[in-house]
């Protein structure tokens, strides 16, 4: 891990907490230098570094950007032999954000937007894209904002899926682009929750939408 994402904290957390950053507002890049006060099951800043191929827009701190890759790829991804892989590592991220939800009470909610194009071996026998593939990109890029928020609060939102509830709204043919938008609903000590909408990009028509629960483990001693 590179030592930029080991630097001390700067105001970052501190202002998004007591509500001086605003909405889209860019963050400093530091980190948080409060530790979660129990040993995580993943923890995201002990994983390997893997380079995004284009730009992560959005006010996310870099470090954040970063750790939030590399729990995407090295946990929810995989190795080149897993489940997937193809698929997953087609993901673009485009965007990451983190929020004050005004109609929450000021609470905090972070957002990510990835991209991916549909292609033939992401299809089932009717040429249009497979309901499994689409599950299998909503459990994956549905949990990434809750490693954005859990790196901004300091509590681990790496977790396995309790439950996921899909909505199949029209088919995906091949070389339609996917956009698809997560955000974190509730994150707790071991209990989470996010909701996704994927999107087709150029005509704005849904495609899927999700809520998914989602808990950390205890970590055996």
């Not at 609470?107 to 309901?131: D, F, P, S, W, Y």
Request: glycine share 8%; hydrophobic share 35%; proline share 5%.
């Amino acid at each position: 891990m590179s030592s930029r994402y080991h630097r001390s904290a700067s105001n970052a957390s501190a202002m998004l907490l007591s509500g001086e950053m605003q909405a889209h507002e860019p963050l400093p890049s530091a980190r948080n230098s409060r530790q979660p006060s129990s040993k995580a099951w993943v923890d995201p800043a002990s994983l390997p570094n893997y380079d995004h191929n284009s730009f992560i827009a959005g006010n996310a701190p870099d470090y954040v950007k970063q750790l939030n890759y590399n729990t995407f790829m090295c946990y929810g991804v995989g190795e080149p032999d897993s489940f997937g892989y193809k698929v997953g590592k087609a993901v673009e991220f485009v965007e990451v954000n983190i929020n004050r939800k005004r109609d929450r009470n000021e609470r905090l909610e972070a957002t990510t937007v990835a991209e991916i194009e549909v292609t033939k071996h992401m299809l089932n026998g009717a040429g249009m894209l497979h309901g499994g593939c689409v599950a299998y990109l909503i459990d994956n890029c549905c949990s990434t904002p809750l490693v954005v928020l859990g790196l901004i609060q300091s509590v681990n939102g790496v977790g396995v899926t309790q439950s996921m509830n899909v909505h199949f709204h029209a088919p995906a043919p091949k070389g339609t682009t996917l956009r698809i938008i997560s955000s974190s609903v509730s994150l707790g000590g071991r209990v989470m929750s996010a909701r996704c909408e994927i999107i087709d990009k150029d005509s704005g028509r849904m495609v899927a939408s999700a809520f998914m629960s989602k808990m950390q483990p205890v970590p055996k001693l």
